[in-house]
């Protein structure tokens, strides 16, 4: 009788350690459930902003490449302008020069304009670099998170050395940093400025 | 007014560059570049500046925290403001605003909007 209370108590002890036990896994998780579902929702919003960065950059630089090829197409008429001038020189037809040159200044003064287009188009490199920061910003964030719950599980050993290992640059961003979406117009934030400097002039 | 001295602050170096060449375009020479709030308010002690065009988010100070510096500050109540940024929220607007900037241009911008609104600014309307 005493051998079977004996083989009972223990069983009981030890259903009680395993019941403790469990618990301890069961609250440890819960603990990583925010971590992990942090992370989870943080994947397709970062892949989404490094397509978006790719679509911005892909329009942007197309842009930039027609002006660059009608620029060049421009250039060579400007070049084969230039020859024919150098023949009608030679042969003393000073009229038909006069208005090839007229001609060619046009192309030229087009092609000039045409350069500070690319000029201004260049603003997308300040906004995707701001885009690419977020996007970095977030991808960190998962880094963090995951690290979080390698160390609650104290299971560091069983990952392999993180490979790599770099100072954290310090990201400042607009998260809503858009080269085509402007948030608010342009003509409605001078009716806001507008407003204000009339009532301070009233 | 062409002869006036622009300080332009941006942390972005294309930005500052497409800002300095767009202001030479429309005829204003003389632009000192800031890369970000603190030097800026380096620069502003040192050189006497007439206008001032800055960036929101900037490294060390960014552009808010410069604009809401330089209106504590009596020397520089009335320098004219122009915030060029991306930061097109409504909130953030109207946050520069209060901080008392004079005018604000959502990047990326063209060079006839970035001339107008000097133009305004140096005015005393903002539109």
Not at chain 1, 2 to 11: C, E, G, H, R, V
Not at chain 1, 16 to 28: G, P, Q, Y
Not at chain 1, 115 to 121: E, R, S, T
């Amino acid at each position: 009788m005493t051998t079977s209370n004996n083989i009972k108590d223990k069983f009981q002890l030890e259903i009680v350690s395993l019941t403790e036990t469990f618990n301890e896994i069961v609250k440890k998780f819960k603990s990583l459930h925010s971590s992990i579902t942090e992370s989870y929702n943080k994947v397709p919003k970062a892949t989404k902003q490094l397509d978006k960065i790719n679509e911005q950059t892909e329009v942007a630089t197309n842009q930039m490449l027609d002006k660059v090829e009608a620029i060049t197409e421009r250039e060579q008429d400007i070049s084969g302008g230039l020859g024919e001038i150098e023949k009608l020189a030679k042969e003393g037809k000073d009229d038909e020069i006069c208005e090839l040159v007229v001609k060619l200044k046009s192309k030229s003064e087009i092609n000039v304009a045409d350069a500070y287009i690319i000029m201004d188009a260049l603003q997308f490199q300040d906004i995707t670099a701001q885009q690419m920061d977020h996007a970095a910003s977030m991808l960190e964030d998962i880094e963090s998170k995951l690290n979080d719950i390698v160390e609650a599980l104290n299971a560091s050993s069983a990952f392999p050395e993180k490979g790599g290992a770099y100072e954290k640059k310090i990201r400042i961003f607009d998260p809503h940093a858009d080269l085509f979406e402007k948030k608010t117009e342009q003509r409605e934030i001078d009716t806001m400025f507008d407003k204000v400097t009339k009532q301070k002039i009233e | 007014m062409a002869n006036m001295k622009i300080l332009a602050v941006d942390d972005s170096p294309t930005m500052r560059r497409i800002i300095v060449n767009t202001l030479k375009r429309a005829g204003f020479d003389d632009v000192i570049e800031a890369n970000d709030g603190k030097e800026a308010m380096e620069k502003l002690k040192s050189e006497a500046i007439d206008f001032l065009i800055t960036d929101w988010n900037m490294p060390e100070m960014d552009g808010l925290t410069l604009v809401t510096n330089l209106r504590e500050d009596a020397k520089f109540k009335s320098l004219p403001i122009l915030m060029v940024t991306t930061r097109s929220v409504k909130e953030d607007i109207v946050e520069a605003l209060k901080a008392g900037v004079n005018n604000y241009i959502v990047k990326p911008f063209t060079p006839d909007t970035l001339k107008e609104k000097i133009d305004q600014v140096l005015s005393g309307q903002s539109k």
